[in-house]
Nanobody, 112 residues
């Protein structure tokens, strides 16, 4: 199973970014995005299980949207109204056959 995340970069506060994750070797039924800011532990940002089970961290509710394309095996994270505290390395993940797989991460930097 391989995951390749992309779309990170530098953006000003209140701006938007869209992260994408290409998945190979696994379905995208159970997917998620997490992030790790400098000096902090990794935290779950958004998770999608099955058809309609979607959860978001309180800190991103109303600003971030997770989506997927089952045919293309891609997972996306639309991030709007970005804040400096959203600065982190973002990781996509997929849960498949009892295991969690992670991509290499993509850096998002939000300037004030």
């Amino acid at each position: 199973v391989q995951l390749q995340a992309s779309g990170g970069g530098l953006v000003q506060a209140r701006g938007s970014l869209r992260l994408s994750c290409a998945v190979s070797g696994a379905s995208v039924t159970h997917v998620g995005w997490s992030r790790q800011a400098p000096g902090k532990e990794r935290e779950s940002v958004a998770r999608m299980v099955g058809v309609s089970d979607i959860t978001y961290a309180d800190s991103v509710k109303g600003r971030f949207t997770i989506s997927r394309d089952i045919g293309k095996r891609t997972v996306s994270l639309q991030m709007n109204s970005l804040k400096p505290e959203d600065t982190a390395i973002y990781y996509c993940s997929v849960h498949n056959r009892g295991y969690d797989y992670w991509g290499q991460g993509t850096l998002v930097t939000v300037s004030s």
